[in-house]
């Protein structure tokens, strides 16, 4: 089933405001099975006249199954979701609320451990599976085409863009993650690059990174490690250092974080480059041409 | 958001890290009296959301009451520039009128969180007094870093161990660890993304002062620290700066750029910027209007890249998801109107609605060039840009 | 230690917790007052430390401020005897003046430490205001028990769910689980043993009030608690209990009992007091003298024992460890003399100078019968109880 | 080496003020091999002229490669003083000191989750192999007698009490273990059952139980499956309900923490009940005899 959401997925949506409606609606217009939602006032309901919203994921889960949580609590209170989410031991929660207090991202990561759930996000786009018409998350659905490039990236639009690319070269994708742009998170890029490597339906994965932080270095440590080709690229190279560029994220902490040593770090371990965001496509194309 | 010295030092106190005695003054008169109260020989410290005060004349040592009233008179009012700050600098309303403190050792101490670590982590080190980020660049042995475990935070014998290995004398080492641990309290209890003392000071007589006090709160975090959020002083911000703020768009303006880069998300804002500045059409700056803009938003967000007067185009990336493009599109036409630009604009709209926003920008009158994908776009704006130094 | 109702009641609603207007009264006139302040009908409370007021007449309902005066009149200055007191009762200096609350629905919620879950738990119920022993006694599964997590505590949606659990209706949901994190926050910021609200009320109007208010804080943690020991009120203790805490020995009064024990180590004390119940020769009292004990703590221990009237016979097992036996003789030895007690005494001395401590006791002029080992305690402590009723 | 102490045991002593001084002292005298101590201000001299005293754990850990810590510390410093020897990687942790905090004992039995540190205590007398001159508490070291029965009590002196009356009928000890009397506390009757249990040097198991939690029921359980033969005995039968008896963990808070629920449940298990504590020595002598 590519990695992490696909066929077999059981959605639960947590948080049916005004956005997650929208998104809840979408998600399952695209195909996926969304099995439950959670609401406070509105147990008892129906979203969109089928689909039975709780009180609390525990009653949600006793009820339904779900084996997908995605969170759309605003953020005050998005770090009880995902507790209530991981005590309910789900699976897998996909944490789209931004703006999660930095401190709450450090007792909920701690938390995880040992949990058998995984995490991903907070402020992250979600995850699709175009061939098999799950998607969990935010990304427009139709820009998507099956096949067997995976996408990996800690951005949103950004990931929108490597997609667009690589669908108008006929480069379908296997499975598309966002990880997130906090700079705690729940999943890694070294956690979906393995999920990759083990995927069947998967030959190549797009890896798009940002200045801040080392976890691109940390992904290079492991893409030695691969036998699947990784086409990369990094993103901020023009930012000047200590200045936050939007999300928590992007902020060149030292040396480590600058763009140039992510770069130089990934190409060191194999990954081919893509010098600019609008190449990647390019590169791809070119990479899996080798492949042949 | 930023907190003053003086109310960054009220915190400590409350959390009982020793601080120096002071006052706080508005005027040349309250800062003489509050001299005098202080025993005349005093440290007058401009009050302003910048670093490197010292350098740039914001920090004065005076021998009495009298010099402590010109040197306030000398801040008071005026604004204040530092390598920190723009040209224009910050406005100094307040000085901080602080005992002067024997100094025998300074050191530095901060908490923040590391993102890498998961966790908060406690840096200290024996080169206090001197710029941190130098010392951190050069000589990154001589901080020594104390990771906090998440959920039990740092025990006192940790603190204790730091206090050590910061070198402070046996008789301190209990003092210098409460203080450790209390400074972690504070940035714990205020959602702090850093809690500074920057020096803290072992006097001639042995006592441990925190003499400078600094505190980042976490914008996120405000919602559930009122009294914080009152504490905030938008007039240290630049004007675009807080006019961005106001609209909720992240906005960072960057020196020697051209292009004015409107864009959703702030990995695709990166992505833009990287495209022009290797057009050789380099941006003006980094916005990103988020993911929920709606029109009001977008046009505040255009009138800001327009208002700067390096911008000579505009670049708008727009990948409509949550944000509809037509609405991106309605937002620039009404910036474009109540700025009056004529900006040219370089358009990039896809996703939800694109089909829209290019009709609404295209029947406009505002002079646009549609792409269809992102590779075109370092040679459009190239394009589009004028001759250096015309605008409009 | 104990905490009063008024006094739990000011903690509370620092931390947030709904309670009802009250004041404080410590004369009729005030009580007078007050009442009138709170709108004439009110309930007039004894503050005591001591469960089972209501039916002991320490709770009274009144229609007007002057009823308000009389009731208070009625239990202030005097001794207020529960089913949790002596037969002598407690002391009601203070009664808390409290408007009424117009109850729907009454329940129970508490937070303690549950040792075999390693970690505190927060207890509810619907039977509220009812006994609540009786409740987990005779219905446990009408009790909720939710355990928090020693290093996160207890997460907001888990006391949501407890709050609709309970039964509060959807609307009342938040307010409840906020609630419940408040006594959370009480219980663990002040190191409660107990921090119990019963009942808990939902009122005809819909809202939630904590009716009753009570607080016992760990007697280990209150070193880091000087605002809370300031709190103590000894007087509302039995005088034995009172000096067997000044003397620093852990003392429990037995009914029925007629041998005194005097013993080091809790453990080594229940086997005393069980041996002694065996052989027909009920315990009076159980005492530790605790490991550390000098000579003037153990004659304040002889003392205690011998003031109880109960008393007949006296037994001494020590075990000289920390503790040496020749101490713990001298000791009982100077609480014989300053007592003029000329009670039987049983002692059995192990360990850390035995031997010395016989021969101090041997030569005292006491009525001593020595053991060898514990078996022969039970007949040998029978033996020399006189026969019922006859006393020194 | 029986259980937990003896003759490798490498001892390391936190707090030497006028109580840790004097025992430490006393373990010394009975053969125990104390390589270090710990004591704010004292770094660098040496107690009893030999043993090296330091400022924190980690640089005694680092000279002198103790295995077993021994805590003094008083109460409000000790959680304190047990994580720090826990952090250092101490595989034993024995704390005497009585009075802490039970909040702080409830974080530091959840900090020891996951850690390769087991701690015994506090509020224990500590633990003893007189066979190996092993010695780490304060007992006093003479009653004691080598010999194969393992001891294991909640209380301080009724396990002297309990030894001296083994020791009176010729019957020696492999190893006596003092779990404390806290109501959370590291180790319990479970955990010490199960090392004798394994213990070549054991034979038979005294066990001294007290009213109050259900740690007692947890043994029980774990009996029924041992080979090995368990006197036990529960003292407390007296107390009366609700009333605390000493120390915190002698309260009866329930119905199951009664001395009869108690003696019960170890019947049903297959213990031998001693009714009186008086006749410890005599029932053990009673089943090592059937044993031959």
Chains 1, 4 share one sequence.
Not at chain 1, 50 to 58: D, G, K, L, M, T
Not at chain 2, 17 to 45: D, F, N, Q
Not at chain 2, 85 to 95: E, L, S
Not at chain 2, 372 to 384: N, R
């Amino acid at each position: 089933m590519s990695v992490l959401v696909g066929k077999n997925t059981r959605l639960l949506v947590q948080g049916l405001g005004r956005e997650g409606s929208f998104h809840a609606g979408r998600c399952r217009a695209y195909g996926t099975n969304m099995v439950a939602g959670i609401h406070p006032g509105r147990g008892g309901t129906r979203f969109e006249d089928s689909v039975p919203v709780f009180e609390s994921v525990r009653e949600a889960v006793d009820a339904t199954d779900p084996n997908v949580g995605l969170v759309f609590v605003p953020a005050p209170a998005a770090a009880d979701a995902i507790v209530e989410q991981i005590d309910a031991g789900l699976p897998l929660v996909v944490s789209i609320t931004e703006g999660i207090p930095v401190l709450d991202m450090v007792k909920v990561r701690a938390y995880l451990e040992g949990k058998r759930t995984r995490l991903l996000g907070a402020n992250c786009p979600g995850v699709i599976t175009p061939g098999e018409h799950a998607k969990v998350g935010i990304m427009p659905g139709d820009i998507h085409k099956p096949g067997r490039v995976g996408v990996v990236s800690r951005s949103g639009t950004l990931t929108y863009e490597a997609v667009v690319q690589l669908s108008s070269l006929g480069i379908g994708q296997s499975t598309c993650v966002g990880i997130g742009g906090d700079p705690i998170n729940g999943t890694s890029f070294v956690d979906v690059l393995k999920l990759f490597e083990a995927d069947r339906d998967t030959d190549a994965v797009v890896m798009i990174g940002e200045i801040g932080g080392t976890r691109e270095q940390e992904a290079a440590e492991f893409i030695r490690s691969m036998k699947k080709p990784v086409i990369a690229t990094i993103v901020g190279q023009t930012a000047p250092p200590g200045r936050r560029m939007g999300h928590a994220g992007a902020i060149i902490t030292g040396k480590a974080a600058l763009a140039s040593e992510k770069i130089a770090a990934l190409k060191a371990a194999g990954a081919h480059i893509a010098d600019s965001p609008a190449d990647i496509g390019k590169v791809t194309r070119e990479v899996l041409g080798h492949q042949d | 958001m930023k907190l003053h010295e003086y109310q960054a030092k009220e915190i400590f106190a409350r959390y009982g890290i020793p601080v120096a005695r002071s006052e706080i003054a508005s005027t040349p008169a309250e800062a003489k009296s509050a001299a005098e109260r202080l025993g005349g020989k005093v440290v007058v410290k401009a009050q302003v959301h910048a670093g490197g005060r010292g350098k740039a004349g914001g920090v004065k040592l005076v021998a009495n009451a009298a010099e402590a009233e010109s040197a306030a008179a000398g801040m008071l009012g005026r604004n204040l520039v530092t390598h920190q700050t723009t040209a224009r600098g910050v406005p100094v309303r307040k000085v901080l009128i602080a005992e002067t403190t024997p100094i025998a050792t300074e050191l530095y101490l901060a908490v923040t969180v590391d993102g890498d670590a998961r966790a908060p982590v406690i840096m200290g080190s024996r080169a206090g007094g001197m710029d941190i980020e130098t010392v951190a660049a050069e000589h990154p042995e001589r901080i020594i870093r104390v990771k906090a475990d998440p959920s039990y935070g740092i025990w006192p014998y940790g603190a204790r161990d730091m206090a050590r290995a910061l070198g402070f004398p046996p008789k301190l080492v209990r003092e210098a660890a409460d203080l450790i641990l209390n400074l972690y309290r504070v940035f714990v209890d205020n959602d702090c993304t850093l809690a500074e003392i920057n020096p803290l000071v072992i006097t001639t007589d042995g006592r441990v002062v925190a003499v400078d006090s600094k505190l980042n709160i976490e914008d996120d975090a405000l919602f559930r620290h009122a009294d914080l959020k009152a504490l905030a002083d938008p007039e240290q911000q630049d004007e675009l700066q807080r006019r961005a703020e106001a609209a909720g768009v992240k906005y960072v303006k960057l020196e020697n750029g051209r292009v004015g880069c409107m864009v959703n998300g702030a990995g695709l804002a990166m992505a833009t910027m990287d495209i022009t500045e290797k057009a050789g059409t380099p941006p003006a700056n980094f916005l990103d209007v988020g993911g929920s803009a709606n029109e009001d938003r977008i046009a505040e967000a255009f009138k800001l890249l327009v208002s700067d007067a390096d911008v000579r185009a505009i670049f708008v990336n727009i990948f409509g998801g949550i944000l509809r493009c037509d609405i991106a599109a309605r937002g620039v036409v009404q910036g474009a109107r109540e700025s009056g630009s004529r900006l040219h604009i370089v358009a990039l709209l896809r996703g939800t609605n694109a089909e829209d926003g290019r009709r609404i920008l295209a029947d406009s009158g505002l002079k646009v060039t549609f792409l269809d994908d992102l590779s075109q776009a370092g040679a459009a704006v190239a394009a589009t840009l004028p001759a250096q130094g015309a605008r409009r």
